[in-house]
């Protein structure tokens, strides 16, 4: 006889699951999520190795702690917080310190916590299997994606090109994985590194590289033939590159070009060379001569509206065009006064020489040098008028220029870091040699928060970047290697 | 390794098409509303996709997943400690039940003890055979066999105690 309690938990089972739909658009935000959680365990994972390699041979015992974090319930993940984040580590580890997941055979999970899932060793070692920075690392460009969270290019040794990243606004550091790319040779290698959060990032200058999971593992946009990537910046899901018609080779790879194009693509597809369309407005612009070259630089939206932000361009004869961040027509916004044109681009970095241009807090910030002299320009209105501000000391010749908080701005030269605390009325030498600064200056400059901020000197032999947390009252090189 | 990327995702959106609707559907009969069945069909997705490449069985691991947000979303909205109450009381039943209303029978799910909870949902709700669930859980066959007998004994003994 049929038990009837039976019958009605049978029903109940047997019951067709009525099915539930996605909303569309659901993978792709499913997959975007799941891309920077990746991330952000590779760099928690990267950040762990760190400690492990500077204790695991007087403390074992931190060693198995950090190892039985590769086993997790599946339901029951523990994210890196969000202040941390990305950049997934790249060189092998010593064999003695390889913290791999514990496979559920030898430390059988508890039936009611640890449900098994058997992972395959590749699913973790490419984050896990080390963090060491490559040798004699020479950094040749630097990007921070929070107050913490950063990497920086450049090449190394044995690998060549080689990342390292940095949770701690370089206070620390650990190897990422890498492009296979190279030095900047004529139309190969990368010297220029962005990303845009903790996943996606782009190593350029004047090859493509793209990653999406922080640095793990890294695709080459196929460029059209003769295209070189001169500049890129990214915003708000979008990355724009400068594309460029040259012929110059070794490190100069962005001399010789007859036209310039700006390109942009959504970051979650900038790997595949079909995702990126040319900018109307922006489009075969004449360089005018061999020596020319083009300043890309953004202004983030506001934070309600992030898409609200602007492309500005400025174009190798001088015009300033600007438009919206996703890919609408770039219009002329006015025109740079003489003496400010881009002009040569500096070796190995496809950086202008002569104009340097910048956005901060709603003014634009035009550094011209090709009079010989540096001569700062703020624009408050889109870049209509350039009124020029008093006469810039000259220590050496700019390289680069940033601009923080609400007056700060900072001038990198071959000679150091000139500073000005009150929008370029003012001017103070902040680093040279004479003050234990490197003997040849830097080679680039930025701020990431009004109080942080970040220079590489020229000479990369010496393998350190510079470091301000005070909004540049002070600086201090931090060594680019593992602790 | 770009052509691995793109079969990788064409694999993901695969799975993603071929279950999505289907898992929250299943999670839909676990919880109250479809924006809860959406938010964790979502999330397992998201946690499937952060560990793809390395999985043997995504599929499993997906259930899997959505089964212990199933008992967190339990255990926030106070289900479980409600259920056990109903479990040892013998609360009155509603002489209108049918089957359809998942509440009841869910209500005395959510208060099986956890060890016979995963079992159960993963054999009889999720579809998997006891091999797969004893792989899934890490415990031998028996002990998943017996784990689901004295599950439907404690469910049976629950409706019939509600029935009276």
């Keep these: 006889m049929t038990d009837p309690n039976d019958d009605e938990l049978d029903r109940w089972l047997n019951e067709d699951v009525q099915l539930l739909p996605p909303a569309p658009g659901t993978f792709e935000r499913v997959r975007s999520r799941a891309r920077h959680r990746k991330a952000r365990q590779a760099l928690a994972s990267a950040a762990a190795l760190a400690v492990v390699i500077v204790g695991g041979v007087s403390a074992p015992a931190i060693i198995s702690s950090l190892t039985s974090q590769g086993g997790q319930e599946p339901g029951q993940e523990t994210l890196a917080d969000g202040s941390t984040g990305t950049i997934a580590p790249s060189v092998s580890p010593p064999s003695t310190l390889s913290p791999q997941p514990q496979p559920s055979t030898t430390h059988p999970p508890s039936p009611a916590s640890s449900p098994t899932v058997k992972l395959s060793p590749s699913a973790l070692s490419p984050h896990r299997a080390g963090a060491a920075v490559a040798g004699s690392f020479q950094p040749t460009s630097i990007t921070f994606v929070s107050s913490r969270l950063g990497a920086v290019i450049g090449q190394g040794q044995p690998a060549g090109t080689s990342l390292a990243g940095t949770d701690d606004y370089g206070r620390s550091w650990f190897g990422v994985s890498a492009p296979a790319a190279g030095a900047p040779d004529g139309a190969n290698g990368v010297s220029q590194l962005r990303f845009l959060n903790e996943a996606e990032g782009f190593a350029f200058g004047p090859a493509l590289w793209v990653t999406e999971d922080g640095g793990a593992s890294w695709v080459q946009v196929g460029l059209p033939s003769g295209v070189r990537v001169t500049d890129l910046e990214t915003v708000d899901g979008q990355v724009l590159a400068v594309w460029g018609r040259c012929q110059g080779g070794g490190t100069d790879f962005a001399v010789d070009c007859n036209r310039f194009t700006l390109e942009t693509a959504a970051a979650a597809s900038a790997g595949q060379r079909s995702a990126w369309r040319p900018v109307p407005g922006a489009i075969a612009l004449h360089a005018g001569s061999s020596s020319a070259s083009a300043v890309l630089t953004l202004s983030a939206g506001a934070t309600t509206d992030p898409s609200s932000g602007t492309v500005y361009l400025l174009a190798p004869d001088g015009r300033l065009l600007a438009g919206g961040l996703t890919g609408q027509r770039l219009a002329v916004a006015g025109r740079v006064p003489a003496g400010c044109l881009p002009g040569p681009p500096q070796h190995g970095t496809g950086t202008p020489s002569l104009a340097q241009l910048t956005y901060q807090s709603g003014s634009l910030y035009l550094l011209c040098s090709g009079s010989g002299q540096m001569v700062l320009r703020v624009s408050t209105d889109g870049g209509q008028s350039w009124p020029q501000q008093p006469a810039v000391p000259q220590h050496g010749t700019a390289t680069s220029l940033a601009a923080g908080g609400s007056s700060l701005v900072i001038i990198a030269t071959t000679e150091g870091l000139v500073e000005s605390t009150d929008n370029g009325q003012t001017w103070r030498l902040a680093v040279s040699q004479g003050r234990g600064g490197p003997g040849t200056g830097f080679s680039y400059v930025g701020m990431t928060t009004p109080s942080q901020g970040v220079a590489l000197p020229a000479d990369t032999s010496r393998h350190e970047v510079w470091i301000t947390r005070d909004g540049g009252q002070s600086w201090r090189p931090s060594a680019v290697r593992s602790r | ?164």
């Design chain 2, 1 to 164: 390794m770009a052509r691995l990327r793109l079969a990788d995702r064409a694999a993901a959106e695969e799975l993603f098409n071929a279950s999505y609707p289907r898992l929250a559907g299943w999670v839909r009969r676990l919880v109250d509303d479809d924006e809860t069945a959406h938010e964790i069909a979502s999330e397992a997705f998201t946690r499937l996709l952060a560990r793809w490449s390395g999985l043997e069985s995504p599929h499993s691991y997906l259930y899997m997943i959505a089964t212990n947000l199933v008992r967190d979303h339990w255990r926030k909205t106070g289900r479980e400690r409600k259920a056990i109450a109903t479990m040892t009381a013998g609360a009155p039943r509603d002489p209108s039940y049918h089957p359809a209303q998942d509440v009841d029978v869910r209500t005395l799910i959510e208060g099986l003890p956890e060890r016979l909870r995963s079992p159960f949902l993963l054999h009889y709700y999720g579809g998997f055979g006891v091999r797969e669930v004893a792989a899934m859980l890490g415990k031998p066959e028996g002990t998943i066999k017996a784990d689901l007998y004295h599950a439907r004994a404690k469910l049976k003994s629950a409706i019939g105690s509600a029935g009276d």
